[in-house]
């Protein structure tokens, strides 16, 4: 069965460099999660999409943004990277619908390591 | 302040032994998720409660939802080695917004 897709999986960047993350969901999943994990940390919600619609944001840093396309995969876009930005970051895509509740799957993760 | 938190934070058991994860919130939730986490990989949906009062059961995992909707406990049977990593519970409130509980680690002792 197909999965969520995240790409790069291993990312490395320089202090001040940007950085695109992008998720694919599952085909027919309308709805995008993004998630940071530090080491050691839990999961903190960064931000989600609905319909390619900004739906809800959570601790998001203005140094980021993201945005969901018309096929549905979403791009995280960080900029003036930090060394706190290293973290591995989750997305999860689950069908909306009618605001029901729906299994929320997660891709691989992509893991950015800020040098 | 942490909208869930879990207890224990970490759990040290003898195969063979059951063991209950618990989650809290400090309001009443839309929904409530459970995950697995295995050190260093990604997150694993175990089940998905809504109604208060539910029980799910997966294999040897069970998980309950008080009538309140503002507490749930995970229950493993017979615990083995492949239970071991970390269990997160999940929080939808209000909208696409969503809440991590403080997570347990789980060992699982042959």
């Known amino acids: 069965a197909a999965g969520v897709i995240q790409s790069p999986r291993h990312l490395i960047k320089e202090k001040r460099e940007t950085a695109t993350l992008k998720c694919y969901p599952i085909?027919?999943?309308?709805?995008v999660y993004w998630y940071q994990q530090g080491p050691g940390q839990d999961p903190q919600f960064l931000i989600s999409f609905y319909e390619k619609m900004q739906s809800d944001k959570g601790s998001i840093p203005d140094r980021f943004s993201a945005q969901q396309f018309s096929d549905y995969h979403s791009e995280l876009n960080m900029s003036s990277l930090e060394l706190g930005d290293s973290a591995l970051y989750f997305c999860?895509?689950?069908?909306?619908?009618?605001?029901?509740?729906?299994?929320?799957?997660f891709g691989p993760g992509t893991r950015l390591t800020v040098t | 302040s942490q909208e869930l938190e879990q207890s224990p934070q970490s759990l040290i058991v003898q195969e063979g032994k059951n063991l209950t994860i618990n989650c809290t919130s400090s309001k009443t939730l839309y929904g409530l998720y459970w995950y697995k986490q295995k050190y260093g990989e990604g997150l694993i949906f175990l089940m998905m409660l809504q109604k208060g009062g539910e029980e799910k059961s997966h294999e040897k995992i069970t998980a309950k939802l008080d009538e309140k909707k503002q507490q749930s406990s995970l229950h493993i049977t017979a615990s083995q080695p492949s239970h071991a990593g970390i269990y997160l519970c999940g929080a939808d409130y209000t909208g696409n917004q969503f809440y991590f509980g403080t997570g347990t680690s789980l060992t699982v002792i042959p």
């Open positions: 999860a895509s689950n069908p909306m619908g009618d605001r029901g509740l729906y299994e929320q799957y």
């Open positions: 085909p027919r999943h309308d709805t």
